[in-house]
């Protein structure tokens, strides 16, 4: 079958960077589905995206869908015949296939007779398919919020200027959300060819960055990015901060990456390295440089354009980021007039949420459950309460105000200026942690509980009002705070039960709180948060919901007993053991009143006997086992019963 390259480019004004790779691969998916729904083969797909593109190239792809022999069954013959002569059932089913009922043929089946027309569909074109295939397509981004632009009722994310169909060299002829499909190509805006004509999809990307000075390929962009920014910082010698989120940023702000390196003050480097960096990295898309993990003078950012002139645009960025450094540095001198302490004041003035009361009031709740989970994680619990009472004072900082995300961090350095317990100050800034998923957890005993008081009280005050999150909608972040409690216990190995903090939080919220089923529906909750805890860890999900049918609030001893089940299943004789069970819990389910205190005297079968004496010999083992949390040893010991219990249930 001829087979040839598809190209569809749709040329925009300057997309979302944080979205440009979802639209792109949304588009690619998209395209690929309806496709294949089609029926129409191709070998491949590749996606293209830039801050005014997104493209596709289908390779090898069939000039026609296949014809194809579509059966349609209709009614039984009994139906649609009677004495004979066709009935009204029989005669409407054919006029609905443009046939007349003698055309059809009677197929037998195990039921009988049916009516049954096969037709021969010749396959379209895929020249003429393609345009409502793209614009399904392209209806089916997920765009959170669309836009119009001039007169025109046409939405998208973006205003659109070009559309090209190209299959081959043959250009595809349609109309997608008002723009005719056309050869021309937009190239960069301020570099090359602005536009230029395109004859074959094979030409592209090569003749876009030919003519047009763009590299469409994105992860070729992103290469070329992260390339030379490693190599430039071992130049100055150090290593760049190069989060991945930043690098995907900036190669979707850019068509033509130009790699430049400045410089800044060396007496900004007396200011907490977390604020230089975060205006350097969120405001002005640069990527500072380190040295033995201290920050460098220099940072290097990428341009959109090569320029005659580098020295000028280096100098003008240079200037651009020296206000924010200042201000920086004016707020972290300032800031260090007033100690942490001193800021508690001002958080009665802040309201954490209206009914819970200020910011001040949830510190109080925080810092005595920290005190309370102290005592049983062996924490210390004076250090622990004292930064649960300072935990929000860095909020009404000058720096906090200014830079929001330093919140904590900033809580940190204050701690240290005003002479803080090392450990008081780090909890500062580990209260947060983890702060998404996969991020590191606190790291000493008086950050975790603070972490796990701060979760707590969020998470109970805000169900003790009622305000519960409902489908995607968390604004309060509860299941990410139920997802770090779940990561704190477990990957610390805190044994602790959660229930006994939930109640001191009920109790100190006091009043404030409305729901009357807090305690019940904040243990149900988290505990729900497992199932996506261990879903990541690929453990099977029988095994987390048979555990947490338990009534059990230890979250560590609820880990054990998951593995331990994990383990259990490993067994031959797992099968046979939780077949029984499951038989026994079927006949027990049927009786209306059940006495679980077993009568000897009641025992007949030698089989019964047997069964009885096994569970005899290991019942004291299997209790001590359990008591000091060896599960997987204890039902281990259950496979000894496979054997004697096959025989009961035989008889």
């Known amino acids: ?113 049916w009516l049954v027309y096969k037709s021969q569909v010749i396959g379209g074109n895929t020249t003429d398919l393609i345009p409502d295939m793209v614009a399904s397509a392209l209806a089916n981004l997920p765009i959170p919020k669309l836009m119009h632009w001039g007169s025109s009722k046409i939405l998208f994310v973006r205003p659109v200027h070009t559309l090209t169909m190209l299959f081959g060299d043959e250009l595809i002829n349609g109309t997608i ?9 937009l190239g960069h805006r301020f570099m090359g060819e602005s536009s230029f004509e395109i004859n074959s999809a094979d030409e592209y990307p090569e003749i876009l960055r030919t003519k047009g000075s763009v590299i469409a390929d994105y992860e070729e962009r992103k290469q070329i990015i992260t390339d030379a920014i490693t190599a430039e910082a071992q130049k100055i010698g150090g290593v760049a901060d190069m989060d991945d989120d930043l690098i995907e940023e900036v190669t979707s702000l850019v068509e033509y990456p130009v790699l430049l390196t400045a410089k800044f003050e060396e007496k900004f480097l007396k200011v907490p390295a977390e604020a230089l960096v975060h205006t350097m990295k969120s405001d002005q898309k640069y990527f500072p440089v380190y040295k033995d993990g201290k920050l460098l003078p220099n940072f290097i950012f990428i341009s959109n354009i090569k320029s005659n002139n580098p020295e000028m645009v280096i100098s003008g960025n240079e200037r651009v980021v020296r206000p924010r450094l200042s201000d920086a540095e004016f707020f972290f001198n300032t800031d260090k007039k007033q100690t942490l302490e001193s800021r508690f004041e001002s958080l009665k003035n802040i309201l954490f949420q209206k009914q819970l009361g200020t910011l001040a009031d949830k510190s109080i709740i925080v810092s005595e459950i920290a005190a309370e989970i102290a005592k049983d994680i062996n924490a210390n619990v004076e250090y622990s309460k004292r930064a649960g009472l300072l935990s929000k004072c860095d909020l009404m900082t000058n720096m906090v105000m200014e830079f929001t995300d330093t919140q904590g961090i900033m809580g940190m350095h204050y701690a240290r200026i005003d002479g803080e317990p090392e450990e008081i100050a780090i909890a500062m800034d580990e ?19 603070l972490s796990l008081a701060e979760k707590i009280t969020t998470i109970v005050g805000i169900f003790g009002i009622n305000m519960i999150p409902k489908g995607d909608k968390d604004p309060f972040g509860l299941r990410r705070a139920s997802i770090g409690i779940i990561r704190i216990a477990i990957e610390k190995q805190l044994s602790f039960n959660i229930n006994k903090y939930i109640e001191k939080a009920i109790a100190l919220y006091g009043e404030k709180l409305t729901n009357k089923n807090t305690q019940k529906d904040v243990i149900e909750y988290i505990k729900a948060r497992f199932k996506a805890y261990y879903q990541d860890l690929n453990v099977s999900l029988d095994s987390v919901q048979a555990v947490l049918a338990n009534d059990t609030n230890d979250i560590l001893d609820i880990d054990t007993r998951i593995k331990a089940v994990e383990e259990f299943k490993k067994l031959e004789e797992a099968t046979a053991l939780a077949a029984a069970n499951k038989r026994v819990k079927n006949i027990l389910s049927k009786q209306e009143k059940v006495d679980f205190s077993f009568n000897e005297s009641l025992i007949q079968q030698d089989e019964e006997k047997n069964l009885w004496n096994a569970v005899k010999n290991i019942e004291n083992e299997i209790n001590s086992l359990t008591q000091n949390g060896e599960y997987t040893s204890a039902l281990a010991k259950l496979a000894v019963l496979k054997s004697p219990l096959d025989l009961s249930l035989k008889k």
């Open 177 to 185: 959300l008002g723009l005719e499909s056309k050869r021309t190509i």
């Open 431 to 449: 209260q947060y942690k983890p702060r998404f998923s996969g991020d590191n957890l606190p790291t000493s005993l008086v950050s975790c509980a």
């Open 1 to 113: 079958m001829n087979t040839k390259t598809l190209l569809i480019e749709l040329g925009t004004e300057e997309l979302p960077p944080k979205a440009l790779r979802k639209l792109a691969v949304a588009f690619k998916d998209n395209m690929e589905a309806n496709l294949k729904n089609a029926d129409i083969a191709f070998s491949s797909i590749k996606w293209f995206a830039t801050p005014r593109r997104l493209a596709l190239k289908i390779f090898d792809l069939n000039a026609k869908q296949p014809d194809k022999i579509v059966e349609k069954k209709g009614p039984s013959v009994a139906v649609a015949f009677k004495d004979g002569v066709p009935t009204q059932v029989g005669l409407a089913w054919a006029k609905s296939n443009n046939i007349s009922i003698e055309q059809a043929e009677k197929v037998a089946t195990p039921k009988g007779e």
